[in-house]
T-cell receptor, first 108, second 114 residues
């Protein structure tokens, strides 16, 4: 079993819709969690950290469920520019473990 | 955030040859990381490069195959030695950000081995 698992997609979503991704992790001792965004042929960039109480940044909401060991990312009112691969990242002992990413395609 | 550049941005190489990838950061950093991202796969950490000491390699990666230099606090190189088609991948360097465990990445080097 992979340490961090994501549905690879692609998720094909009409512009303006709401879309949600989940990510599961295997190590219950994981300490911190992140969502990165990677555009096609570009490097990953931090989208947002995920806090235990859940957090929101504009149209993006991240949730953490430690009991079930999953992280979610919700994107509301999706834009064409949201098309990218979203990488789930889990930290333990200062080492980042990366999911393979979920590809999102927003269609006009 | 750090500004990171990598050279070359892409290359096509013959099997059995070696390629050295350079990573330059616009600020001094203690740790630099080298990752590999194969098509459709997650990022895999190859090694951590610390200035003034030997790089620390992750399981499955060895110094003879991926020698790393770290001559100063703003620069590092990764060499992919004796390449085979299985080494075709994107190689990325990264540095830690101020926020805990955030990382900034270089633009990557896209390597194709024929």
């Amino acid at each position: 079993r992979k340490e961090v698992e994501q549905d690879p997609g692609p998720f094909n979503v009409p512009e303006g819709a709401t879309v949600a991704f989940n990510c599961t992790y295997s190590n219950s001792a994981s300490q911190s969690f992140f969502w990165y965004r990677q555009d096609c042929r570009k490097e990953p960039k931090l989208l947002m950290s995920v806090y235990s109480s859940g957090n929101e940044d504009g149209r993006f909401t991240a949730q953490l469920n430690r009991a079930s060991q999953y992280i979610s990312l919700l994107i509301r009112d999706s834009k064409l520019s949201d098309s990218a691969t979203y990488l789930c990242v889990v930290n333990k002992d200062y080492q980042l473990i990366w999911g393979a990413g979920t590809k999102l395609i927003i269609k006009p | 955030s750090a500004v990171i550049s990598q050279k070359p941005s892409r290359d096509i190489c013959q099997r059995g040859t070696s390629l050295t990838i350079q990573c330059q950061v616009d600020s001094q950093v203690t740790m630099m990381f080298w990752y590999r991202q194969q098509p459709g796969q997650s990022l895999t950490l190859i090694a951590t490069a610390n200035q003034g000491s030997e790089a620390t390699y992750e399981s499955g990666f060895v110094i003879d195959k991926f020698p790393i230099s770290r001559p100063n606090l703003t620069f590092s190189t990764l060499t992919v030695s004796n390449m085979s088609p299985e080494d075709s991948s994107i190689y990325l360097c990264s540095v830690p950000g101020l926020a805990r465990n955030e990382q900034f990445f270089g633009p990557g080097t896209r390597l194709t081995v024929l």
